[in-house]
């Protein structure tokens, strides 16, 4: 009788190693995510060098099943990263306040970066949903087609999706990196992630340019 309770209470207990193993993957879907963020900038930016350019780069990505692998591949690692990621966050309003309070007695610039992680997360889930739906809804993925979108009234959503997932990709990969004791130098860390974030960021908004403009002619 006693050691049926005592291998109830073994079970019941949780894993000890449960939260190393959630973590863990937090910070490897984060940075699977961040890395896919990048490319796909660099990728929609080849519209810089031209239709052809563009179209010639999606038709590969296809005829070669890389886009069929890639996209699954990324709506998982998306989906388990809320979840992981999601367990932090404050859902309730009671939770949100006493968030609220503490930034602001605190007032310190890491947990003001976290609170903007929160808000850029809900954004990104949101947005980056409806992005995914409305590209795949229309697949396969051509110049015009983008233009067509980006000049119909799509321009100011991706600007702000633009900012809200650099930011927290920028963010999350600093704050992985001092999490998990890969940088010695947070400064020079801090100062590299600006630059390449600054990059993407000018990249992404001369590609959305260069749409607005081919849409315009269309
Ligand atoms: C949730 C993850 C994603 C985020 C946060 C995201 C973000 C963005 C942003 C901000 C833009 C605007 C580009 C610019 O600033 O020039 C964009 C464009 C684009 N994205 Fe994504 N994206 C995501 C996933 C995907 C996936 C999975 C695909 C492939 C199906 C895709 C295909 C495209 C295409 C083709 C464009 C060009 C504009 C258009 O056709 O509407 N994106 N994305």
């Given at each position: 009788m006693e050691s049926a309770k005592t291998l109830q209470k073994a079970l019941?207990?949780?894993?000890?190693?449960t939260d190393l193993y959630v973590d863990l993957a937090e910070a490897a879907t984060g940075i699977s995510l961040v890395a896919f963020l990048w490319i796909h900038m660099l990728f929609v930016g080849t519209i810089?060098?031209?239709k052809q350019i563009f179209d010639l780069l999606a038709e590969s990505l296809?005829?070669?099943y890389l886009a069929h692998i890639g996209i699954p591949a990324v709506i998982v690692?998306?989906?388990?990263h809320i979840f992981v990621a999601g367990r932090r966050a404050p859902w309730r309003l009671s939770d949100m306040q006493t968030t609220w309070r503490h930034a602001r007695m605190i007032a310190h610039t890491d947990t003001w970066i976290w609170v903007g992680q929160v808000v850029t997360a809900l954004i990104i889930v949101i947005m980056g949903s409806i992005h995914v739906w409305s590209v795949m809804y229309e697949w396969p993925i051509t110049a015009a087609k983008s233009a067509l979108r980006v000049d119909s009234g799509y321009l100011w959503f991706y600007v702000l999706l633009l900012l809200a997932g650099e930011y927290h990709a920028g963010f999350g990969l600093y704050r992985i990196c001092v999490k998990w004791g890969l940088i010695s130098n947070r400064r020079t860390a801090g100062w590299v992630l600006k630059v390449i974030t600054v990059a993407i960021v000018a990249i992404g908004l001369g590609a959305l340019y260069m749409f607005k403009k081919f849409g315009g002619a269309l």
């Open positions: 019941i207990r949780a894993n000890p190693k810089l060098f031209g296809d005829k070669y690692i998306f989906l388990v």
